[in-house]
């Protein structure tokens, strides 16, 4: 054999082994939600991209598909836009729709926008919320832009492009949303959620070893008995090993369970322990969101904890949203006294 073919024959022999390994490592991994990770926190400052504009410090994408990963998450956030659009009054230039668009956008976020239409004497004629997920500060005072299918992108008119911001400690450029802390703790709930839900969907629950001893000559039984395994079970989390031994020990037919999820995996705990985390984030009162208390004595008065979360969260947001008349120079939105409040000043 050449000394070519040698390396090639060698090369061959490492390369079977390391393929072999790979399809191992593959074969026995397991699937792992794209969210579930702790990348989605590293985030240090914008980079600038072509030049033109910077990218924000954490992808907005994941926080759009975070905001399904937990119900209290969710919920936390309509609460607080719902409230405040219930105190909210705007003008023929700024349809409810639109501001609608702009205080989610602002609380999912971290950022909202405003683009300001005028006409040819240069007068404002109407705002319009794009949506913040695709857009991008400019390098230059003033520029915005927006992301179009994913590469492309659109540039406003300098100056025409109002932004609101969370600010954040690391970078100035963009706004970042208060809750990240809480995000492991959202997708921590979203997991057991999902495990729970394989477990059931598996049909035969936590997996099983099937030990068949009986000395049975008919080959075809056994392999019905496994037909029937592959069918009742479902496609989750267990899985059953049917052992076949002829002429084996006593008790003919076993089934040993190897272990009762719903036992150990303290599913209530898990979910009300994540569950907690998102609200302190949020800082909304359980009982606005129709949580329903664990102990006899409950969450307390639903009116009053509404009356103090008005005055502790939504007074500074309407706060940061009068900075839209100021950039405008027209008041183009205003508020009226909450409903609760105008209730508790009558009681008195």
């Known amino acids: 054999m050449s000394k070519r073919r040698k390396n090639n024959a060698k090369n061959d022999r490492t390369f079977t082994e390391k393929d072999a390994v790979q ?43 975070a905001l399904q990963a937990s119900p209290h ?6 609460v607080k836009k719902n409230i405040l659009l219930s105190t909210c009054k705007t003008t023929a230039l700024l349809p409810r729709t639109q501001l609608e668009k702009f205080v989610q956008d602002y609380l999912v976020f971290g950022n909202a926008y405003f683009e300001k239409t005028e006409n040819a004497w240069g007068n404002v004629i109407g705002l319009k919320s794009p949506l913040a997920k695709y857009m991008r500060v400019g390098k230059d005072d003033g520029v915005f832009y927006q992301i179009v299918s994913g590469f492309d992108d659109h540039e406003f008119r300098k100056n025409s492009v109002f932004n609101l911001i969370n600010p954040d400690v690391n970078q100035e450029i963009y706004g970042m949303p208060p809750y990240l802390g809480a995000l492991q703790s959202a997708f921590l709930n979203e997991s057991a959620t999902l495990f729970r ?14 030990y068949f001893t009986d000395p049975t000559q008919n080959k075809d039984d056994v392999e019905a008995i496994k037909q029937q395994l592959r069918q009742t079970k479902g496609t989750g989390n267990f899985k059953n090993l049917f052992i076949h031994i002829p002429d084996g020990k006593k008790d003919g037919l076993q089934v040993i ?29 359980p009982q606005l969101m129709g949580i329903l208390p664990n102990n006899v004595g409950g969450f307390g008065d639903v009116e009053k904890a509404a009356r103090v979360f008005y005055v502790n969260e939504i007074m500074p947001l309407q ?9 405008l120079g027209v008041e183009v939105i205003s508020f009226i006294e909450y409903k609760l409040l105008e209730k508790s000043d009558s009681d008195h």
Not at 197 to 210: E, V
Not at 319 to 327: F, G, K, M, T, V
Request: net charge negative; proline share 6%.
């Open 23 to 65: 399809v191992q490592a593959f074969s026995f991994g397991e699937p792992v939600p794209m969210l579930d990770k702790a990348d989605i926190l590293n985030y240090f400052e914008s980079s600038l991209m072509f030049n033109k504009y910077y990218n924000p410090p954490i992808n907005l994408s994941y926080l759009a598909k």
């Open 73 to 78: 998450h969710q919920s936390a956030i309509d």
């Open 197 to 210: 839900r394989k477990y059931y969907l598996n049909g035969a629950h936590a997996g099983s070893i099937i």
């Open 257 to 285: 369970p190897l272990s009762d999820a719903v036992a150990k995996d303290d599913f209530l705990n898990i979910k009300n322990a994540s569950r907690d985390d998102v609200l302190a984030a949020h800082r909304v009162p």
């Open 319 to 327: 706060a940061r949203l009068q900075e839209i008349n100021d950039w």
